[in-house]
């Protein structure tokens, strides 16, 4: 399977902006898509995090397009309409997101897979053409994916969600890594 990694700058992202502007970030997965008077609706869970997460909340709370389901301690399920998604309007069945959308300063991360190589090299070229939209090719290659990481995500203890956290705000998972493990025993 190819897998890529992109970084995208969108100006319409209501919730990735807010966390170009608050030390806040947000890591979303797709719960359920439906349809409700005809018209579609997505569903996502979203683990928030950083200092400014409430203020996070709060713009998920108070903004018209979402509808908040409920919050337990960092975990927000809410939902909004389906033509309203950006992933929705930009994979074809072709590319599929692998893991959590990621959204911290300004900016979303995804992680996406295809069989075919071409596929994410299309998906990269229609987001390049977009108004509004950049978008940066961290990383193309042939690799196996763990469809179960959420699972193992969950029964993680509390610390140790923690501390994967706080590795990923301090930029050991990033491409390339701002922080070595040493660097973060220190911190």
């Known amino acids: 399977m190819w897998v890529a990694r992109l970084k995208i700058w ?10 170009g502007r608050l030390r806040a ?5 797709y719960m359920n898509t439906f349809k409700r008077g005809g018209k579609g609706y997505v569903t996502k869970v979203m683990y928030i995090g950083g200092p400014d997460k409430e203020k996070l909340f709060d713009v998920m709370r108070r903004h018209k397009k979402l509808t908040v389901h409920q919050r337990e301690g960092d975990q927000v399920v809410y939902e909004h309409q389906a033509l309203d998604t950006f992933h929705a309007q930009m994979l074809d069945g072709t590319v599929f997101i692998v893991g959590p959308v990621v959204g911290e300063r300004g900016v979303e991360h995804w992680t996406v897979a295809s069989w075919k190589k071409r596929n994410i090299q299309r998906l990269v070229r229609k987001l390049s053409k977009i108004k509004g939209v950049r978008v940066q090719l961290q990383g193309l290659k042939r690799d196996n994916i ?6 193992a995500f969950a029964k993680l203890s509390r610390k140790e969600r923690e501390a994967l956290m706080e590795a990923v705000e301090k930029g050991y998972y990033d491409f390339p890594r701002k922080r070595n493990l040493e660097q973060l025993a220190k911190d």
């Open 10 to 19: 969108r100006e319409s992202g209501v919730i990735v902006k807010a966390t």
């Open 25 to 29: 970030f947000g890591y979303s997965y």
């Open 146 to 151: 763990d469809f179960f990481l959420p699972t």
